[in-house]
């Protein structure tokens, strides 16, 4: 075990370059559709809560490339040792959502560190309060909170970027969004994490979002809205091969990330019919 995590440190990408290799693989990949497919674990966080490790195994037998955190079980201070499970189990980080004060000023080099010792070039902000962008000023002064950290984590060879929620699409002044106003006042590397059933079901249109900030749409959320309950992917409105399609020609995507939230007990299977109904629609 020792030299496999002596391997993993050398030699399974150094941070840049892992970033950059995702990028490339996407870009070679566009005209083939093979962009990779991860599975968000929070889709699992049943299974996770009582066997965090065999969950990520799990997400490996079910065919994932790789994951995206919601938390790190009882890795949250052994960052290397989470990084030797994914590579045990063939999967790569492909990113992972964090509290918004993980990458503020007193906090974000901490933030880095853990995720370059795991190797995950993402630090995605899960969750910004409504109440930090109910205002064309707030919103702004959020943005300034966000390239200042996306400036910092850039010079380390990382990205940090959003996740999108449902009342991020609200009209906040000037007919704009709060969405459209923190991408507008961010830089081209601060990632744009659309959600597409997220954005659906807050009035957004995400097919837009991703043709308008081309190149920033690195890591995307694919996840249903609307059919019947707990409707896996094709049972309800997205257009899952237009959102590839945007993907591959604007949104310099280097990964998918699947969520199916809506039905925790089965979870694996859900998520094994939503992968499937991704490769259908390459």
Request: include cysteine; hydrophobic fraction near 40%.
């Amino acid at each position: 075990m020792e030299n496999r995590r002596s391997f993993l440190i050398k030699s399974a990408f150094a941070i840049a370059g892992f970033s950059t290799a995702l990028r490339s693989n996407a870009s070679a990949a566009a005209g083939s559709k093979k962009i990779p497919v991860g599975i968000q674990l929070y889709s699992f966080r049943k299974q996770a809560e009582k066997d965090f490790a065999g969950t990520v195994k799990k997400a490996a037998e079910l065919g994932f490339a790789g994951v995206e955190f919601a938390g790190f079980g009882p890795y949250g201070e052994k960052p290397k040792d989470l990084g030797v499970l994914l590579a045990d189990n063939g999967l790569k980080a492909f990113g992972a959502h964090n509290g918004y004060n993980s990458v503020m000023p007193d906090q974000i080099q901490k933030t880095i560190d853990f995720h370059k010792a795991l190797a995950c070039p993402y630090i995605i902000i899960s969750w910004i309060d409504p109440k930090q962008l109910d205002s064309r000023d707030k919103c702004l002064k959020t943005a300034e909170e966000l390239t200042r950290a996306a400036e910092t984590a850039h010079a380390a060879g990382m990205h940090i970027g959003y996740h999108a929620h449902g009342g991020d699409f609200k009209k906040v002044e000037g007919g704009h969004t709060a969405w459209e106003m923190i991408f507008d006042n961010t830089p081209k590397t601060f990632i744009h994490q659309i959600d597409i059933g997220n954005c659906i079901g807050g009035g957004g249109d995400p097919y837009a979002m991703i043709e308008r900030y081309p190149e920033r749409s690195l890591s995307v959320h694919l996840k249903e809205y609307g059919g019947p309950e707990k409707a896996v992917f094709g049972q309800g409105e997205v257009d899952f091969k237009r959102v590839l399609s945007l993907c591959e020609q604007f949104g310099g995507t280097t990964c998918y990330i699947i969520e199916h939230e809506s039905d925790p007990d089965n979870a694996f299977a859900a998520a094994k019919s939503c992968l499937a109904h991704v490769v259908n629609c390459r």
